[in-house]
């Protein structure tokens, strides 16, 4: 199916369900979905959804709140406790499914108050080719994935969001401050303020695309290959800023950035038993 067709299934989609309300991130899908919606239904018909928790930086709560304002779109932010349940914070391969329950759970009972009943989210089509657990619980609270039901990928979505001239087509993949902890330390509010400070510093340095992992009491950053020579050069620094923020000791990845680098160490039965 071209993109031409995959972009008129999502509309039809949308068409048919009349109202919706979206689990809203700011990122790149799930803008593209909010600005469908918004065109296909009106913003009357469209409520955006944002989570607030620790997991969520504020840098990213201020990107969203802009997007859902510059299509006119009534936000509302709906706070999660998530950091409440011990499955959540013992961070074992499934996190991402106990936090989804908890996000959805908090959705669903906002937005009757607005009386909307769809509630959508912005899985797409590569996501049933990854690890994640988390799109168990999208299935078990019925929740629906319009991207996904229209084929469109990851790849098909930025570019449907250049066509739209979407401020988002090239924005980073920005998966929640929990990601950033490796396996098995327990994720606490503290660790993830550490992460948001670091990468928040990074940012402020000029670097694009990257990830500040959290394995205790090391720091290990992961930068684009084109930007390994500023980190390198900006090495004193960031070690200064990182220790100051409670790290221990702080690593420069040789590899570079790569989405979901922690899942290198889960085994494909693992990968199994968590989904």
């Known amino acids: 199916m071209d993109l031409q067709k995959k972009y008129n299934s999502l509309k039809q ?57 510059s299509l006119a779109v009534k936000l509302i932010q709906v706070p999660t406790d998530e ?10 391969p499934d996190r991402c499914y106990h936090c989804k329950v908890h996000l959805l759970t908090e959705i669903k009972k906002a ?30 609270q019925s929740t629906i994935c319009p991207l996904l039901d229209a084929n469109l990928s990851k ?23 929990a990601s950033r902890v490796a396996y098995g330390i327990e994720i606490t509010a503290g660790r993830l303020k550490q992460v948001e400070e670091a990468e928040s510093y990074l940012r402020q340095l000029g670097f694009v695309e990257f990830r500040v ?8 950053i992961e930068v684009l290959p084109v930007q390994m020579d500023k980190a390198l050069s900006s090495r004193e620094q960031i070690c200064e800023k990182l220790k100051s923020l409670g790290f221990k000791y702080v690593a420069l990845d040789m590899q570079g950035f790569r989405s979901g680098s922690l899942n290198e ?8 038993r968590f989904i």
């Not at 950091?83 to 074992?92: E, F, G, M, Q, W």
């Open 13 to 69: 989609s949308l068409t048919r369900l009349g109202k919706v309300a979206i689990a809203f991130s700011g990122g790149v899908d799930s803008s593209l979905l909010l600005k469908v919606a918004a065109d296909t239904l009106t913003p009357a018909n469209v409520l955006a959804c944002y989570a607030v928790g620790p997991s969520q930086s504020e840098f990213e709560r201020k990107t969203a709140i802009d997007f859902a304002d």
């Open 83 to 92: 950091i409440s349940d011990p499955d959540y914070v013992a961070n074992r």
């Open 111 to 140: 937005v009757h108050e607005f009386g909307f009943e769809n509630i959508l989210c912005g899985n797409n089509a590569d996501d049933e080719k990854d690890f994640r657990p988390g799109g168990r619980a999208v299935k078990e």
């Open 155 to 177: 790849s098909d979505i930025r570019q449907l969001s250049r066509q739209l001239n979407l401020p988002t087509a090239e924005m980073p993949s920005s998966p929640c401050l």
């Open 213 to 220: 992992r959290h394995h205790g009491g090391m720091a290990r």
């Open 265 to 272: 160490s889960l085994s494909r039965e693992d990968k199994k």
